[in-house]
């Protein structure tokens, strides 16, 4: 038990922690805003775990979890869907707020060491302890083949081509195919995840997936992240 805890990185406490974490009411209605599972499926979800864990971050907090998620998707997916954290994190003004959340999301990338890249295996493992050991329905948020892989701009849907972010005091983002957002919502269904592995610069700066990183400047009050 001790050796696989040791490859794994994490801890079963510390999946455990999450699982419950990931029920706050707050970041329910998050979840359950991406019914299809663009921005949040389970291989996201657990890369945010590993972050989490990396930046020793304890507690976690509610805009830690968002931050560290964008930063997901960031490392892991083309399409900015990602873009839709934001007004859930930052509220109506997200856009004028933007350059605080960066430099938040900077931070904790800097408290990981730049580590960004987690092997798959390790993704699958903690999924299957979350969903088979501690049996949430957060474990199970599998995306569509519809929404996954890569696929051509003009061959998607007009709603992933102009992504507005609509946040929690609008309708949720809009989905091409209908029967999605029943099918998915809560359950697990038989498809891929449509993730895909990507690498990055483990020491940051140039060279890595973002170029050139713009990094904190000295006088950046960490007490406020």
């Given amino acids: 038990m001790d050796s696989f805890q040791w490859r794994m990185e ?14 706050n009411e707050k970041i329910v ?14 291989y996201l979800l657990a890369t945010t775990l590993i972050y989490a864990s990396r930046t020793k971050r304890n507690p976690l907090t509610i805009d830690d979890f968002y931050c560290l998620l964008y930063l997901a998707n960031d490392m892991e997916e ?9 007004p859930w994190c930052l509220g109506s003004d997200w856009e004028k707020r933007w350059r605080e959340f960066n430099l938040r999301k900077e931070h904790l990338w800097k408290k990981m060491g730049y580590r960004a890249l987690v092997p798959l295996e390790l993704l699958e493992e903690i999924i299957f302890y979350g969903e088979f050991c501690q049996q949430s329905w957060v474990w199970k948020r599998v995306r569509h083949n519809d929404h996954g892989g890569a696929i051509r701009d003009h061959h998607r849907p007009k709603c992933e081509n102009i ?18 957002s029943s099918e998915l919502k809560r359950t697990s269904i038989s498809a891929s995840s449509g993730y895909f592995t990507d690498s990055s610069d483990e020491k940051g700066g140039k060279g890595g997936i973002f170029g050139d990183i713009s990094i904190l400047s000295e006088d950046y009050n960490e007490e406020k992240l």
Avoid at 10 to 23: A, D, H, V, Y
Avoid at 163 to 180: N, V
């Fill in 29 to 42: 209605k998050f979840l359950e805003a991406d019914s299809c599972h663009r921005y949040s499926d389970k």
């Fill in 78 to 86: 083309d399409i900015e869907f990602k873009n839709e954290i934001l």
């Fill in 163 to 180: 992504i507005s972010p609509r946040g929690p005091r609008r309708s949720p983002m809009g989905c091409h195919y209908p029967k999605h």
């Fill in 10 to 23: 994490i801890s079963f406490e510390e999946i455990t922690n999450f699982t419950k974490f990931l029920e």
